[in-house]
């Protein structure tokens, strides 16, 4: 895996299983975005995929998004506990 993290939102496309969770959980492609483009970014169990996590002011929990970035799949949308 290279050594930088791409933090452009359009590099990233989500998988049908993470727009359905997106939608199901309330989370807006906006807060998707601002979460890639300045979350923190913690590593993943899975190979080539990341953890982005974003603090919003009008949500309880932050977003999370995980996503491989080496071919911008994102596997999942969630709220982080």
């Not at 979460?35 to 899975?46: A, E, L, M, Y």
Request: net charge positive; glycine share 8%.
């Amino acid at each position: 895996m290279s050594e930088e993290v791409p933090r452009n939102p359009a590099f990233y496309h989500p998988s049908t299983h993470a727009g359905q969770q997106r939608k199901h959980r309330g989370i807006e492609w906006g807060q998707v975005s601002q979460t890639i483009t300045d979350g923190r970014v913690k590593n993943s169990h899975k190979e080539d995929c990341k953890l982005f996590v974003r603090e919003f002011e009008n949500t309880t929990k932050p977003v999370g998004v995980v996503a491989n970035v080496e071919n911008g799949h994102i596997l999942t949308i969630e709220w982080r506990g």
